[in-house]
RNA sequence: GGUGAUGUAGCUCAGCUGGUUAGAGCGACGCACUCAUAAUGCGUAGGUCAUUGGUUCAAGUCCAAUCAUCACCA
């Protein structure tokens, strides 16, 4: 029976380009869960998108001097271009400014407040009277009512470290126009009684304690515990979704409400555009499906408190007619943070690795690889470009792409081309075999509980034995005196490599296709990633989309056909020069120029 | 200041609900092999499990304190 799986991805803004945290925190995680899921035959559904709202977006906007659709649009279509390359496989990457994210994000905004979730309150804010409008935190600079620094930041002070609340700041003034000095003005706004949720959010909580990540679900409940506040949901800038109410079209739903929404509406999005637009329900209200949120540490709360409040404030949501509740996240694997050379990233000091960078000095199985063992599931783990070189070279290349380079062009060149047909195996070859079949039930579990480096490490610990008993059988010696033996042992590592190409698939989905297709077989494990664009009533927006129908790849053992033939093999992985460690080492913390991303 | 986490072989890390001689990979050293991108295999060395105290028949594994590092919050 398949199962229903949703991959929930965290939504990156749109104001820079990928780096390495994002496909450590969130992408890589979801893309090799999502992979495993679609080699198992589940129906998974994979979603993210752009996240096109915010001050983010409207700082960087501000000071390129360009509109903030243009930033975001610009960046959106870099991170469609960068994920296609590296292979992350949504079934739609979309983003937030859509037609139907604005409409669906509106209906929940409404529904909310008619169930009596939203309530009404006046803010102090400060406004400046010569940009005629209010400023968002992040615009604003004064002194600091603590240190007394002079620019300290509307939201925190850079010289004392505390977070301020603005309108405190002692002579507040625009970012902008320093002399533009800030009044205090009131401003009704909308605001979520999160703390009607409490009972029910801990209760959720409790039920998927078990098997949830430690550090997750005592966060979580830490965070209600510490007292469930009222947020305002609207604020007063002009980038964003309208607030659907009269009298309020200079005001806009804060980006941080609509933002998690997404992965409902991107799930909307994705079952109209491929013509079921019902297909969406099977996920989110269907009791078996289950929905898993990936994201960095920095999101927890969002999507194990703000989330799934939201949702249960929804719940039911064109789905008229039925009583069964919208799915809440069955689970939020949550990364921690990945440093770079033992320092934390920095989008302003450029201390930062980025991925369309990389993309073009490495191939994307090796920077998949290398990530995925260094994944921080426990705790910060650290990307070095020592470690980069000497997992690459060591382990990628040396124990896997080779194993598979020796023995495929063995095979091609003393077995004629072909699988050899082996007669009766040995014990030692029906113990091998055994061995790396096991590795299906060892390794999806693990994937499944979301342990994917174990995962990793586990399948790697079968080529270190895959390589042993090759050593030990040496088909380059018996060849000589018994070559039925030798075509014995040659099959066997053919078969235990097919096996092993299945099993490191959903990390190295790039390198398994090659090797299928130098194992003499046609078609492709996985579906498409293309970039598609779509039409609404007024604007068009690209995506990128997965489309598996095309996809034969199973997650079960080989049943490679004997006298298959081969197809000339060449090396999967490109060794790398020790000197790269320097070379990428000193981009570190240097200014960089923007490249355009050759496809 | 509060909360949470981490501290195990030269390096990167496993060690779940406490139970025989503390494990893996890399690096080092020795041996074997030559099919392969000088790749692979086998073997050896190597740790008073941060410190101190406690609970227990028994603690790397539980408790407390201390030190160090880190993150989040105030």
Redesign the pocket.
């Known amino acids: 029976m398949p199962r229903h799986i949703h991959v929930s991805v965290a939504w990156p803004y749109a104001n820079g380009d990928l780096h390495v945290g994002h496909l450590a925190g969130a992408y890589l995680p979801a893309d090799i869960f999502a992979r495993y899921h679609r080699l198992k035959g589940d129906r998974v559904l994979m979603v993210s998108g752009s996240d096109s709202h915010g001050t983010p977006i409207t700082i960087e906007a501000d000071r390129r001097g360009v509109s903030a659709r243009s930033i975001f649009e610009h960046y959106h279509e870099r991170f469609l271009l960068t994920q296609q390359k590296i292979g992350i496989s949504y079934d739609l990457f979309t983003h937030t400014d859509t037609e139907n994210h604005h409409r669906i994000a509106q209906d929940f905004f409404l529904l909310l407040l008619e169930r009596g979730y939203l309530y009404k309150e006046t803010q102090q804010l400060l406004y400046s009277e010569r940009e005629r409008r209010f400023l968002p935190d992040r615009y604003v600079e004064g002194e600091c009512y603590i240190c007394h620094y002079p620019e300290a930041r509307g939201d925190q002070c850079d010289n004392c ?3 301020l609340e603005a309108i405190k700041l002692i002579n507040p003034h625009s970012k902008n126009y320093p002399d533009d000095l800030l009044v205090v003005r009131e401003a009704e706004h909308y605001f979520i009684d999160l703390s009607k949720f409490t009972p029910d959010l801990l209760a959720y909580i409790d039920s998927h304690a078990h098997h949830w990540r ?2 997750v679900t ?1 966060f979580s409940r ?1 965070f209600i515990n510490e007292g469930l506040r009222g947020r305002p949901i609207t604020r007063d800038i002009d980038w964003g979704i309208p607030v659907p109410l009269e009298g309020w079209d200079d005001k806009r739903l804060y980006v941080w409400f609509e933002a998690v929404m997404g992965y409902f509406t991107a799930s909307v999005e994705w079952a109209k555009n491929t013509g079921q637009p019902d297909a969406w329900k099977d996920w989110w209200y269907n009791p078996e499906a289950r929905i898993y949120n990936f994201i960095g ?2 999101n927890i709360p969002f999507h194990t408190v703000i989330w799934p409040a939201e949702l249960m404030g929804v719940s039911g949501i064109y789905n008229e007619g039925s009583d069964t509740p919208i799915n809440l996240p069955y689970d939020v694997p949550a990364n921690e943070f990945m440093n770079i050379e033992g320092k ?1 990233f920095s989008k302003s000091r450029n201390w930062a690795i980025w991925l369309p960078d990389i993309l073009e000095r490495y191939q994307a199985d090796a920077i998949r690889y290398y990530v995925a063992m260094t994944f921080p599931e ?5 990307f070095s470009w020592e470690g980069f070189l ?1 997992r690459v070279n ?2 990628l ?3 896997w ?2 194993l598979v ?3 495929l ?2 095979a091609y060149k003393r077995f004629d081309g072909r699988v050899p047909e082996p007669g009766a195996l040995t014990d030692a070859d029906v113990e091998i075999i055994n061995r790396v079949e096991l590795g299906f039930d060892e390794v999806g579990k693990l994937i499944e509980q979301v342990k994917l480096r174990e995962a990793l490490q586990a399948a790697m ?1 079968l080529v ?1 034995e895959a ?2 008993y ?3 059988r ?1 088909p ?2 018996t060849i000589k005196e018994d070559p039925e033996d030798a075509a014995r042992s040659v099959y066997t590592i053919l078969r235990v490599i097919d096996n092993l190409k299945i099993l490191l698939a959903p990390f190295l989905p790039h390198s398994a296709q090659e090797l299928h297709s130098y194992l003499g077989y046609d078609g492709q494990l996985f579906g498409d990633l293309t970039i598609a664009e779509y039409h609404e009533s007024e604007r068009s927006h690209k995506a990128l989309v997965y489309d598996g129908s095309k996809a034969i790849g199973r997650w079960e053992p080989s049943n490679l056909p004997q006298g298959q033939a081969l197809r000339e093999p060449k ?5 790398l020069e020790p000197e790269i460690v320097e070379r990428e080492r000193a981009y570190l913390g240097a200014p960089r120029d923007e490249q355009p991303i050759r496809v």
């Open positions: 470290g505390n977070l430690p550090n005592a830490n540490k920095d934390q426990r705790a910060d783990s650290d000497s060591g382990e290349v040396a124990a792409g080779n380079n020796r023995m062009s063995f610990a270190r390589n042993g090759l050593d030990r040496a380059w010696k090396a999967l992985f490109i060794k």
